[in-house]
């Protein structure tokens, strides 16, 4: 039997025991100050410490490496579209042209710039990219697509979908 001696790195035991999905590596204390912080970002750390159960300066330490790590991206204020007076809420799918770099660098810097998108994404299957888009409604969605959407740059194909229901709408990751 031939027996062969493998070397390894310290990097490479870095990499192999590295968790392929980031929340692994959250103790249950994290995780509880992701799920207070998403149902409650306006909740004041004493408050958050507290639930979690932990002292205040502690907690802190915990929400800006959480912040450092990346895995919060940002603390924000979820408006009500329909009291915003954007209640409609269209689904746009895309072709392009052509799929080249170009093109698709000239839609994506278009596309940031359309009224009421707010998401818009390189899609795979029959489409380029799928856009959301709120509006106030059909009238000012029709004015919206002959003012911006037909003039967005190497577009062959728009194809738009009115929800008629939001079933499930969330900006809440299961953590």
Not at 2 to 23: C, F, M, Q, W
Not at 25 to 51: G, H, K
Request: aromatic fraction near 6%; include cysteine.
């Amino acid at each position: 039997m031939n027996k062969r001696k493998i070397r390894t790195t310290a990097s490479a035991y870095a990499v192999a025991s590295a968790p392929a999905d980031p929340l692994q590596s959250l103790d249950r204390i994290d995780r509880a100050i992701l799920r207070q912080l998403q149902t409650d970002a306006s909740i004041s750390n004493v408050a958050l410490a507290a639930r979690v159960k932990l002292s205040a300066p502690a907690c802190l330490r915990r929400v800006e490496r959480l912040k450092e790590s990346g895995l919060i991206r940002g603390v924000v204020a979820l408006i009500d579209p329909k009291a915003a007076g954007a209640g409609m809420l269209v689904i746009i799918g895309v072709v392009l042209d052509r799929s080249t770099p170009e093109s698709f660098a000239e839609f994506e810097k278009a596309a940031q710039k359309v009224a009421g998108c707010m998401e818009c994404h390189v899609v795979t299957g029959e489409f380029d990219y799928f856009m959301t888009i709120r509006t106030r409604d059909s009238d000012s969605f029709n004015r919206l697509h002959a003012e911006q959407l037909l003039y967005l740059p190497g577009v062959r194909q728009i194809r738009s979908f009115m929800v008629l229901k939001e079933i499930l709408s969330t900006t809440r990751f299961p953590v």
